[in-house]
């Protein structure tokens, strides 16, 4: 099993509905996750939020966590292999 890092922006437009489930997701898949940033959006107190995350393991690993992402139509996902 081939491991691959990247980094994963995650733009959460409706944070105050999404985050709790978004939060479960990335529990789920805390092991693939390396390093985690989280930084609201926009001016304080808004409802978008930013999360970024390097994540390690293999394709497949992070195929699963990426697809139980894709259920939430106000997050956008951004990635990026970096090695």
């Not at 390093?35 to 992070?62: F, K, T």
């Amino acid at each position: 099993m081939e491991h691959r890092c990247s980094v994963v922006a995650l733009v959460l437009d409706n944070r105050s509905e999404d985050a709790p489930e978004v939060q479960r997701v990335l529990t789920a898949h805390g092991c693939l996750f390396r390093a985690r940033l989280g930084l609201p959006g926009g001016p304080a107190c808004s409802n978008q939020g930013l999360i970024v995350l390097v994540m390690e393991g293999s394709a497949e690993e992070q195929a699963a966590f990426l697809s139980d992402l894709k259920r939430f139509p106000a997050v956008k996902i951004h990635q990026v292999a970096v090695c």
